[in-house]
């Protein structure tokens, strides 16, 4: 079993040696940070246990498997979720135990389909105290041929009772190169995908939502922001930390919006053609070299916890008080 998940080699070995030895713990504790594939693993061994080819699991043909696909697999049992979004909510339902309540009396028959009923709770510390302590009896007492999964970035929060009667298995954060191997696998631009690498915290999700937030957009913004300190028009009208933080929003920190803007520029200068680094070299006081080491410090400023407001302050003064080779940052000489 893969099922196409990266970065995830440790988790997927250990239960596929699980499914092999035919020793299956009726608990699992899936945990790591959001967005690297625990609940599409969690997906993917509810599709191994419950596929009806008995020689390649999960077969992905089989009537088990085209459910499990579906998200309408009778023994799988799982909270809506609408779309790709993670809106589920275990604690809705009929009973104050929420979906548990409503779904355990089922969880006590044969199953339907397959070998084995598989109930995946994501987030699954945000169960209401009521709903934790009714799965804790469920878990004491566990229905035959059943398997739970809870799903969680935040274990802490779980009951400790609970958390012991699992199995627990650590999901690490992504690799840049596996980040991007993801990112450029759903269609996202590989130039794209490794600028938004950097700031997803080892998640893909957040990459996702970094990039669904208008990366290109944000380019535009940094961009324009270059082009008037370069233009001398940082003085007139807003300066330009207030235009920065202004476009903040869409969830966004002032501390992201500066990392965002430090890595734009590594990006602008790694990326600037030979020929134009060597003519700045030749016209400018401040190599593009001078000009790494600027936003190296501003960058480390930032993970030393600095003030966002000060450090985005302190960069644009550096780069407004001349001898910044703009056009390795890409802003155009045409408004000289
Ligand atoms: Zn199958």
Request: aromatic share 4%; proline share 5%.
């Amino acid at each position: 079993m893969t099922g196409g998940i990266l970065g995830q080699g440790r988790a997927l070995t250990a239960l596929r040696r699980a499914v092999e030895s035919g020793r299956v713990p009726h608990a699992y504790l899936f945990v790591g940070p959001r967005g690297v594939g625990k609940y599409s693993t969690a997906l993917e061994f509810a599709a191994t246990l419950q596929c009806l080819d008995e020689a390649q699991r999960p077969c992905g043909v089989c009537r088990s498997c085209k459910l499990v696909a579906k998200g309408d697999h009778p023994d799988l049992f799982q909270p809506k979720r609408s779309g790709s979004k993670l809106t589920k909510n275990a604690n809705a339902g009929s009973k104050e135990t929420g979906f548990l309540g409503d779904i355990v009396p089922m969880l006590g028959y044969a199953p339907v389909l397959s070998a084995w009923k598989v109930v995946i709770l994501d987030d699954a510390h945000q169960l209401t105290d009521t709903a934790a302590n009714f799965l804790l009896k469920t878990l004491e007492e566990p229905p035959s041929r059943t398997i739970f999964i809870l799903v969680t970035h935040a274990e802490h929060l779980l009951l400790d009772t609970v958390r012991s009667r699992c199995r627990r298995l650590r999901f690490a954060p992504l690799t840049k190169e596996t980040l991007v191997g993801i990112l450029t696998s759903r269609g996202v631009d590989e130039e794209q995908a490794r600028a938004v690498a950097p700031l997803a915290e080892g998640s893909a999700g957040v990459a996702l939502e970094l990039l669904d937030g208008g990366q290109l957009e944000l380019a535009a913004l940094f961009d324009g922001l270059l082009a008037a300190l370069k233009a001398g028009r940082a003085a007139e009208g807003q300066d330009p930390v207030t235009a920065l933080f202004a476009a903040a929003g869409k969830g966004r920190t002032e501390r992201q919006m500066v990392e965002l803007l430090v890595d734009h520029l590594k990006k602008r200068i790694s990326g600037a053609e030979p020929r134009i680094v060597a003519r700045s070299l030749a016209k400018e006081q401040v190599g593009p070299r001078a000009l790494l080491t600027l936003i190296d410090e501003a960058d480390r400023n930032l993970k030393l916890n600095s003030n966002p407001r000060i450090t985005a302050d302190w960069l644009f003064r550096k780069l407004a008080s001349g001898g910044t080779p703009w056009a390795c940052l890409g802003v155009s000489d045409a408004g000289r």
